[in-house]
T-cell receptor
Framework: DAGVTQSPTHLIKTRGQQVTLRCSPK?????VSWYQQALGQGPQFIFQ???????QRGNFPDRFSGHQFPNYSSELNVNALLLGDSALYLC????????????FGSGTRLTVV | GQQLNQSPQSMFIQEGEDVSMNCTSS?????WLWYKQDPGEGPVLLIA?????ELTSNGRLTAQFGITRKDSFLNISASIPSDVGIYFC???????????FGTGTRLQVFP
């Protein structure tokens, strides 16, 4: 039973570019949450998707947007990349809303140069 | 961004010793969670606490949900080399699914 799968594992982008990160939730999970983890810090909540809609959002600018597909997979898009966007981006899935059964993926390491 | 106060920041201990770390918040939480993160991996859940005063064990790990709902601690008994990693606490606000993470405790275990 595959857990949460994220792609790509690493990528390098130039300041000002746009990036799309992908997440496939664990089997049986229908809710996806995204977190940003800067080096040496704990993860910070970006937003959560459930039933293909953004349900909750953290303190991130509109440059951060997302989408959830009918198969529950999700994308995180970041526009106009800044150097400060360099971080590990984590996806977590859960069965329904709530943190019970929250499972994290291994993340995508984004470096902005 | 907001983070919980977690201490100590790092610990260097000898194999077999016990470890204790704690987390405090200015806000009340419904749920406290403790995670371990290895390099290049996502956080893995160790223990979940859902009720104030709750004391829960998972093998050599024991965690408690503070009575005030603003703090939690994690104890690891008889540490072993594979306990090495970064430990994070996380709290869930009432009526949201957002987790607020602590600043992390880096644990090193020497043989």
């Amino acid at each position: 039973d595959a857990g949460v799968t994220q792609s790509p594992t690493h990528l390098i982008k130039t300041r000002g570019q746009q990036v799309t990160l992908r997440c496939s939730p664990k089997s049986g999970h229908d809710t996806v949450s995204w977190y940003q983890q800067a080096l040496g810090q704990g993860p910070q909540f970006i937003f959560q998707y459930y039933e293909e809609e953004e349900r909750q959002r953290g303190n991130f600018p509109d440059r951060f947007s997302g989408h959830q597909f009918p198969n529950y997979s999700s994308e995180l898009n970041v526009n106009a990349l800044l150097l400060g966007d360099s971080a590990l981006y984590l996806c977590a899935s859960s069965p329904g809303q709530g943190v019970f059964g929250y499972t994290f993926g291994s993340g995508t390491r984004l470096t902005v140069v | 961004g907001q983070q919980l106060n977690q201490s100590p920041q790092s610990m260097f201990i000898q194999e077999g010793e016990d470890v204790s770390m704690n987390c405090t918040s200015s806000s009340i939480f419904n749920t406290w969670l403790w995670y371990k993160q290895d390099p290049g991996e996502g956080p893995v859940l160790l223990i979940a606490l859902y009720k104030a005063g709750e004391l829960t064990s998972n093998g050599r790990l024991t965690a408690q949900f503070g009575i005030t709902r603003k703090d939690s601690f994690l104890n690891i008994s008889a540490s072993i080399p594979s306990d090495v990693g970064i430990y994070f606490c996380a709290g869930q606000y009432p009526n949201t699914d957002k987790l607020i993470f602590g600043t992390g405790t880096r644990l090193q275990v020497f043989p």
